[in-house]
T-cell receptor, first 113, second 112 residues
Framework: DVKVTQSSRYLVKRTGEKVFLECVQD?????MFWYRQDPGLGLRLIYF???????EKGDIPEGYSVSREKKERFSLILESASTNQTSMYLC????????????FGSGTRLTVV | SQQGEEDPQALSIQEGENATMNCSYK?????LQWYRQNSGRGLVHLIL?????REKHSGRLRVTLDTSKKSSSLLITASRAADTASYFC????????????FGAGTQVVVTP
């Protein structure tokens, strides 16, 4: 069964900490995505990557960066965590075009205190 | 920015009834997709309909697409308690290759 695996289900971090969220897919997908999900706002795209070492900003990139050194792994970095980054973070992957849908990970619920 | 807007925001029905939810979008699309999310989990891809298709079926799911009205509907027939979840539409815009934009979702509760 194909999978997108996010390293943590729940995470609690302190304000100002540098936070790494890891995502690994085993489907040889070209595209990988990071979304955050907040009540009433749906899913908002933070960053996406369409190839190794390639990245593009999504709708809300401020306060985040990403790294994709290998095709299967896409990391989201919160440079200095703030309380307004408390959210559910969802990683997804897909083939080059979106014609076959995304496969999502189970999500990481991050709380910044 | 949200491309798809689902309606209603919440829906409560009894087992055996049909559930219908709608999605409207703003720009030209390649395809429209529906996803389900069980509480606190990731999203699961349900069905995709391409811009040149008008209707598609998958098991108890029926999706329609009206590109002239920029709208889609998802019908779940003979609902079960296990269908309780949030449902999201997502659009693949013609000018944003590979990226999906999601709406805020419809929360469906199916009571036994």
């Amino acid at each position: 069964d194909v999978k997108v695996t996010q390293s943590s289900r729940y995470l609690v971090k302190r304000t100002g900490e540098k936070v790494f969220l890891e995502c690994v897919q085993d489907m040889d997908h070209e595209n990988m995505f990071w979304y955050r999900q907040d009540p009433g706002l749906g899913l908002r795209l933070i960053y996406f990557s369409y190839d190794v070492k390639m990245k593009e900003k999504g709708d809300i990139p401020e306060g985040y960066s990403v790294s994709r050194e290998k095709k299967e792994r896409f990391s989201l970095i919160l440079e200095s965590a703030s309380t307004n980054q408390t959210s559910m973070y969802l990683c997804a992957s897909s083939l080059r075009t979106a014609n076959y849908g995304y496969t999502f990970g189970s999500g990481t619920r991050l709380t910044v205190v | 920015s949200q491309q798809g807007e689902e309606d209603p925001q919440a829906l409560s029905i009894q087992e055996g009834e049909n559930a219908t939810m709608n999605c409207s979008y703003k720009t030209s699309i390649n395809n429209l997709q529906w996803y389900r999310q069980n509480s606190g989990r990731g999203l699961v891809h349900l069905i995709l309909i391409r811009s040149n298709e008008r209707e598609k079926h998958s098991g108890r799911l029926r999706v329609t697409l009206d590109t002239s009205k920029k709208s889609s509907s998802l019908l779940i027939t003979a609902s079960r308690a296990a269908d309780t979840a949030s449902y999201f539409c997502a659009t693949a815009r013609s000018d944003s290759w590979g990226k999906l934009q999601f709406g805020a979702g419809t929360q469906v509760v199916v009571t036994p």
